[in-house]
């Protein structure tokens, strides 16, 4: 196993974190790093990246809908923490897909699967997902295959 591994990589940026005092930045990765050790200790595996990508994508999710909730809310200052936390994870995953590149990869996987309308859904989003792991919101992507399975 390489050592640039992404929870080495997250590990290095709380040094750094530590060392430029940057108190929000250093509790969002100790979150991480938190997670991951709650995974490793509950399911006693060690976090590969693919792993990692999916705990990181789960937490901006759930960031996300905190955010949403809290600006409905009328709870600005707590919903810019989860925005501010967001911003934090999201250095650590892959840069997001543009749109041109997520229909041209929804475009082959319906191409690829076998069933035609909505009974090909499962198929689709199945191909989909690894390639998608914190690339793209999957909640997103899956309307949008939705949308092309009904027109089709």
Known sequence: MSDATLAHTIKAAMKAAMKAKDKDRLSTIRLILAEFKRIEVDERVEVDDA???????KMVKQRRDSASQYAAAGRQELAD???????VIQEFLPAQL?????DSLIDAAI???DASGMAAM???MGQ?????QGRAD???VSKLVKQRLNAG
């Open 111 to 113: 191409a690829a699967s």
């Open 138 to 140: 999957i909640g997103a």
């Open 51 to 57: 792993r990692a990508l999916a705990v990181l994508d």
């Open 128 to 132: 989909l997902k690894p390639q998608l």
């Open 98 to 102: 543009s749109d041109a590149e997520l």
């Open 81 to 87: 923490n989860e925005n501010a936390e967001i911003e």
């Open 122 to 124: 499962g198929a689709v």
